[in-house]
């Protein structure tokens, strides 16, 4: 079961953006894919749970009566977004367990600095240098004016990081991740240029995942659902069944789970759930 995971030390550098939008893609492909959090804080179950059911589901990790995270049954395809800040033994147990990693950085001095030594450290993994682990960066709200999107492919250029697109800053992104979709739930025609976007990082985990391009392939939403998506944030409902079996690398993943987390956020799983 393939797996990638979304990565950077920098906090808001768009790393829940791209993992909600690469588990659509991927469900849009006909993928029974999980999307989890790898800390306890689990912010894109909100997301999830706002997801209307006419787009294609995506499953959150389930939670059993130990507390303890689990992929549901059946799932094929696992999407992780991670917190920012991983790095040390929780990064190198990510990366035991990922097929791909991808880095989202904007383009400032710190936040290329940070995407840097992120880099860096993914590097120094026996799985990631041998490419067993595929790893790429992806640009990150690039203002079309500007000549962000040539300074980052630069940038990635010089240190040798694979430059997997770059994203522009785009309202529509703000949008629909707060209404539990993604532009690939949306009508194709009203975002062409974004969509346009994806494909060079779509292009690289297609064959890491066993999906096929074009990538662009979704379901045309009817109308009217879309605009009630988008004025009433009405909760999906609680999740899927409990998992009796789980796949083999989501299972290998749920040891890393007491140790993927973050001070306070502890806390915060255990009693908001
Ligand atoms: N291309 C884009 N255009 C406009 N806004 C964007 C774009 N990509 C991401 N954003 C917005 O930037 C903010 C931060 O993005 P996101 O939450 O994905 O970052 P993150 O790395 O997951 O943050 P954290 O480290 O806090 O988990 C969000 O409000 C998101 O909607
Ligand atoms: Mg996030």
Redesign the pocket.
């Known amino acids: 079961m393939p797996v990638v995971a979304v990565v ?1 030390r ?9 993992a909600t939008h690469l588990a659509a893609w991927m469900a849009h492909q006909g993928c029974a894919v999980m999307l989890g959090d790898v800390d306890r804080q689990q ?1 894109t179950r909100t997301w999830l749970k706002r997801r209307v059911p006419s787009v294609p589901a995506i499953l959150p990790w389930t939670i059993d009566q130990k507390n303890v995270l689990k992929a549901p049954s059946g799932v094929t395809h696992v999407v992780l ?1 991670t ?2 800040g991983l790095q040390g033994f929780e990064l190198s147990r990510l990366v035991m367990q990922a097929d791909a990693i991808v880095i ?1 950085v904007c383009n400032s001095l710190f936040d290329r600095d940070s995407a840097a030594s992120c880099h860096a450290e993914l590097l120094a993994h026996p799985r990631v240098s041998s490419g067993r682990c595929k790893l790429g960066v992806v640009g ?2 690039i203002d079309a004016r500007t000549r962000g999107a040539e300074t980052l492919r630069q940038w990635a250029q010089e240190r040798g990081m694979p430059f997997w697109g770059v ?5 529509v ?2 949008k629909t ?1 707060e209404n539990g979709l993604t532009l690939f739930d949306l009508p194709a025609s009203a975002h062409e240029a974004d969509l346009q976007q994806w494909q060079p990082l779509l292009a690289q985990l297609a064959p890491v995942m066993h999906l096929q391009l074009p990538a662009t392939a979704r379901l045309q939403v009817p109308s009217e659902e879309l605009a009630s998506a988008f004025s009433a944030l009405d909760p999906a409902p609680e999740n899927p069944p409990q998992a009796h079996i789980l796949p083999a690398r989501a299972k290998a993943l749920m040891p890393a789970q007491g140790t993927l987390v973050h001070g306070d956020r502890f806390a915060s799983f255990h009693t908001g759930k």
């Not at 920098?10 to 791209?18: A, L, P």
């Open positions: 950077n920098k906090g808001g550098s768009g790393k829940s953006t791209i912010s977004d917190p920012g989202p990150m709200r994203l522009r800053e785009a309202q992104y703000v991740v």
